[in-house]
């Protein structure tokens, strides 16, 4: 069924009575924000890009499909309230039929101006999967089944996943609690470092702790999925060789295109592919440019693409766009100190401060324009199935107990 879904219109929360039980924020639209760009194909090839939308498994290795308000003054209060409005109209067009939702992650603010709290994360999952059960167009991804559930019968699946184990400090068990309440895959590490490792903010990166192996033992005992995307390099190798399974760079792009710290090495990538592992490239504002696109948009995107795909192979190589429904530059700008993104600005080059990402603006637009892309530049069917979610649903099977 694939990109053809059975969403009715439900919004998030609807169970509830608007303004009686939550406060009302004007949300972002979740269509149409911004000028819709279409990656230009011709006739035959954009026949050719929704038969393949229609008939893959097609996933996002990581995003955050929320909706943010339209007046990001009010980002701070919004947030203390716990209450992510998932944009199911918005996935519902997407051609997605899983998700790798990141949600508030480190901006689930409800208790702390720092995030990363354990009352915070577990709010925040919760009041998620409550809403997520009171409709019948997604539901909670558990195993690697689900995924093929969704592609065929027209919904989403959600897969719960967290950039940072931060909340767990030295409680291992708590790794089990979230698996329990549905996650399946989490960082160790944020930007910051913490009792697990260094994070890429980081001048020194002191690798991987004793308790950091520990806590990659535990997930691969229970099935859960590891993500480098925002350790340090050292530690990023470190975990990288303490795991039992495959790991995931959900997020990131090649430092050789773009030389920032957020941007990955070529001896972590090649690790990664090597130990069974996937890349999903990134997308967010003002991180996967290169020097021959310094305008953000799906060109500079894909010249990290194609660079990782010579570096280790198509088969190893997905699309973690990282995107958002909103204002993500104004996200970016209000959240500045929490955000690797800080350190990234300084890139080896000037380069220009968009609006918005041209192409990949958001969840909705990203992989119908990402399939255009790749069928316009001549790649096979076969390898479009691989890189749009074929890799991820290989390499989970390999790490998911079921």
């Known amino acids: 069924m694939g990109s053809k879904k059975i969403y009715n219109g439900y919004k998030a929360y609807g169970y509830l009575e608007r303004g009686v039980d939550y406060k009302v924020y004007d949300l972002a639209p979740e269509l149409n924000r911004v000028p819709a760009h279409i990656v230009p194909v011709s006739k035959a090839e954009e026949e050719r890009a929704q038969r393949l939308l229609a008939s893959s498994v097609v996933i996002s290795l990581h995003d955050h499909p929320m909706i943010y308000p339209t007046d990001l003054g009010q980002i701070f209060e919004f947030l203390r309230h716990g209450r992510e409005h998932t944009a199911y109209q918005g996935l519902s067009v997407s051609g997605l039929d899983a998700v790798f939702d990141n949600m508030m992650d480190g901006v689930a603010t409800i208790t702390s101006n720092r995030g990363w709290k354990w009352t915070d ?25 689900d995924i093929q559930e969704a592609h065929e019968t027209g919904r989403i699946a959600f897969v719960l996943v967290l950039e940072s184990a931060t909340m767990v400090e030295n409680e291992l068990d708590r790794i089990e609690i979230l698996y329990g309440f549905g996650v399946r895959m989490m960082g160790l590490v944020y930007s910051e470092s913490n009792m697990m490792g260094s994070g ?32 340090g390099p050292q530690t990023a190798l470190d975990i990288i060789e303490a795991s039992e399974r495959p790991v995931f760079i959900t997020h990131a792009g090649a430092k050789k295109v773009w030389d920032t710290r957020r941007m990955m090495t070529d001896e972590v990538i090649r690790n990664c592919a090597a130990k069974g592992g996937v890349l999903g490239i990134e997308a967010a504002p003002h991180s996967t440019l290169s020097k021959d696109h310094l305008s953000h948009s799906i060109d500079s995107i894909m010249d990290h693409f194609k660079y990782a795909v010579d570096l280790v192979g198509i088969d190893h190589v997905s699309f973690g766009p990282d995107t958002l429904f909103g204002d993500h530059v104004g996200v970016h700008h209000a ?23 041209r192409g990949i603006e958001n969840p909705a637009e990203a992989f119908p324009n990402i399939v255009r892309w790749l069928v316009g530049h001549g790649y096979s069917d076969e390898d479009i199935r691989k890189v749009i979610g074929g890799n991820v649903l290989r390499t989970l099977k390999a790490i998911w107990w079921r």
């Open 335 to 357: 959240f500045r100190s929490f955000f690797s993104g800080k350190t990234a600005k300084t890139g080896p080059m000037p380069y220009e401060e968009v609006e918005y990402v």
């Open 200 to 231: 890429l903010k980081e001048n020194r990166d002191g690798g991987l702790t004793q308790l950091g192996h520990e806590a990659v033992k535990r997930m691969n005992k229970i099935g859960m999925a590891i993500d480098v995307s925002h350790a």
């Open 121 to 145: 994360i577990v709010h925040n999952i919760g009041l998620k999967v409550c809403d997520i059960e009171h409709q019948d167009f997604a539901f909670v991804c558990r195993k690697v089944a």
